[in-house]
């Protein structure tokens, strides 16, 4: 049986998982593959995990050109993640017609363009089907499962981190500080957790998910985003009240301009997505033909992760028996212009909280604001009256355009009648 | 661009789907694969078919092997459906060394064996993408997406009359006649039903997916399998009020001899799989890297069945581009001689009704038949007593062997003091 040896590119979390899959279920993946994967190297920057790994030293090193460049080696797989030495290795295998496999969708979604482009100049595979979704094979459904459709919208819960932390506001009245606690402690958020909570993980996966949804390559910045930090348990609860949970949301929608935006969304309490819960990932993708379809799944973790690197690798060594390097092109399609709408031009529904004074007319002068920028409201519900002089005033509108709720809020803030600022989350009615 | 032709056989919902789907994202398509999909040839028993869906009528045949036999087309679909002529048309074109794409789980489920053989003995590709769950990817998913996983377990809602009519029969408090009677009207379900809600349509899906879960060819009638006739109106309040609801559920569970079966189930209300609504599909994938994975979306339908049937034309034409015919078995593994397990022999919980004549010390003679038969009652609920002497009481068990459950059940049907044929359903926690 014919032998393919792989070289890893740091030894982390997903890393030894991809050595645990292969010690477990390597003779099964031979079998069904027909050829036998042996990882020959691996570089890591620290070589004592050798000793807590159970793997020979002698083919650790801390030289990641000395994986690359080794001609036993015929697959890298790298995992070091980040945007650092990462790119430089990636594109020095690519260059050595070396395919490869890689979860890191930071550097895909900056640099992924000089990255393609470099995999097709040398006619060899970079797979990264880990990079969204974890265990979940959403990438490999969109460019194959999915192909004959064009999408028509895609939402996705792509962090589990978030999560996690919204299901525990949501569930258990917790605050946005004590859920971010818990998770930290059970490993689920990092210490500096920004990444993951100012959505910035999701921004990545979201750039990653509409390049494939529209076959073109989008640049990250033009991926709005907002994080969760904003979220209160009061508008959970407020939320939950109408109807609605609130989801960190990938929204992706088709158009003349297309829509790519991260954010907290109010979705109604009914939609599948709603039932995904803790450290779970789910993409809904609709199609014009086949209509909707979910993927669920675990977004992270070690053994998920690491299985999707696996399948990649399969892809990989069967384009390589093959000897048809570049079955498909990274992301299919590039037939077109298209570009991502900026976010104020989007037309939505909207939830408001406002604070307001307990006075008469305030409420006559704040709704004659949103009557003059066009905006038409679907509900309005005063809360508590608050220790002291402000309420709490819950605005749902109707579809309306993110441009005239920007300047009707700022108008509404800036009235002396106005307790603390107003929040504004999206909804999608899904 | 390259142009390849296709043959189509059988112009029914589906076939008019596939050429629908070109007609609209034919472009895209093309862009996407790097090469043009024409359909060349259709044949069909009625060419009268042509007329209504705009069709050149010189493409139209009733003689199928007119269109296999054409130097033309480089693919063969084939929509008929059923056992009959579509067999021998499948071999023929394989031995042609013409890949095959397929929707017909009935064929493949009894013959698949013989022509999966064909396929590997002639080199040539057989896609059966669309043979379980419509739209949904699901044998895309296995083949390659979870490649890397040992599959525990799977549980499927793979047939969306019957999952229509539970729905509906839930919901609504329907009777199964009514719900039929309503899923007919609205084309949900045949003239002659039996097909499906005798599980047999499920029986084959379940057949396709535990070959590829355990990588070897089951035979059907391995499978066992019992329909939703058995199931009233009274189960499905009687199960909710337990905290469960009804499915018809492909189980499927790995084992020195492995599980595969087809029968109503009550599941846990909190179950993602609760939530599948209406004639949606949906499968859970429990493997030992990925951990649970679960795919939703359309089981069948005119579009979703074209869109992954196209989605194989893809997967056929990269392979015929690459030079690589048959890149992938058509189920890969074949590693092992595994069986499955008599139904007999498996334990799982169980949901009984029983209809008891409401005397002293019959609850007594009853429990201390499943005390003799070692099963350990976990509730026993008694209920409404219906217009003369018998009561209704519902049994849900511990963990328990089937044949136990049988015996006991056919020792208490014995009694005298037994109105109506006991009811069981099986109970699996997912």
Not at 69 to 84: A, F, Q, S, T
Request: hydrophobic content about 40%; aromatic content about 6%; some cysteine.
């Amino acid at each position: 049986m014919r032998e393919f040896g792989i070289g890893l590119l740091g030894l982390g979390t997903v890393g030894s998982g991809v050595l645990k899959g292969l010690q477990e279920n390597g003779e099964v993946l031979a079998e069904r593959l027909g050829a036998k994967l042996v990882v020959r190297k691996i570089a890591d920057i620290d070589l004592s995990k050798a000793k807590n790994l159970n793997i020979d030293p002698a083919i650790m090193t801390t030289d990641a050109y000395s994986v690359i460049n080794d001609p036993k080696i015929d697959i890298i797989v790298e995992l070091i993640g980040g945007m650092g030495p990462a790119k430089e290795f990636i594109l020095k295998s690519l260059k050595l017609k070396k395919p490869v496999i890689t979860a890191n969708k930071a550097l895909l979604a900056n640099n992924g363009s000089e990255i393609f482009e470099t995999a097709c100049a040398n006619n060899t595979d970079i797979c990264f089907g880990a990079s969204v979704g974890g265990g979940i094979p959403i990438i490999r459904v969109l460019r194959e499962g999915l192909i004959a459709n064009k999408v028509e919208s895609m939402y996705g819960i792509v962090n589990g981190t978030c999560n996690y932390i919204l299901t525990k506001m949501g569930q258990d009245g917790m605050t946005f500080e004590a859920a971010l606690k818990e998770a930290q402690a059970k490993g689920y958020a990092e210490t500096n957790p920004s990444f993951d909570i100012d959505g910035i993980d999701s921004q990545h996966k979201t750039t990653l998910l509409s390049s494939l949804a529209f076959g073109l390559y989008f640049p990250v910045k033009d991926v709005s985003v907002s994080g969760i930090r904003d979220v209160t348990e009061r508008d959970m609860r407020f939320a939950s009240e109408l109807g609605y949970t609130i989801k960190l949301l990938a929204v992706i929608k088709s158009g003349k301009e297309v829509e790519a935006r991260v954010h907290p969304t109010l979705i109604p309490k009914t939609s599948p997505l709603a039932a995904v819960n803790g450290v779970f990932n789910a993409i809904m993708v609709n199609g014009d033909m086949t209509g909707r379809s979910i993927y669920y799944g675990r977004g992270a973790g070690q053994m998920p992760t690491a299985a999707t690197v696996l399948a990649d690798v399969c892809e990989v060594v069967r384009n390589i028996m093959a000897k048809s390097p570049l079955r498909m092109k990274p992301i299919p399609g590039a037939h077109n212009d298209l570009k991502i709408k900026p976010v104020e031009s989007i037309e939505t529904r909207y939830y408001l909280r406002l604070s307001l004074m307990d006075r008469p007319n305030v409420m006559a002068t704040v709704t004659s604001i949103f009557g003059k920028h066009g905006i038409s409201l679907a509900s309005v519900l005063q809360k508590e009256l608050k220790a002291g002089k402000y309420v709490t005033v819950l605005i749902i509108t109707h579809t309306a355009k993110e441009k005239n709720i920007q300047t009707a809020l700022e108008e509404i803030n800036s009235l002396d009648v106005v307790g603390s600022k107003s929040v504004m989350f999206r909804i999608e009615d899904i």
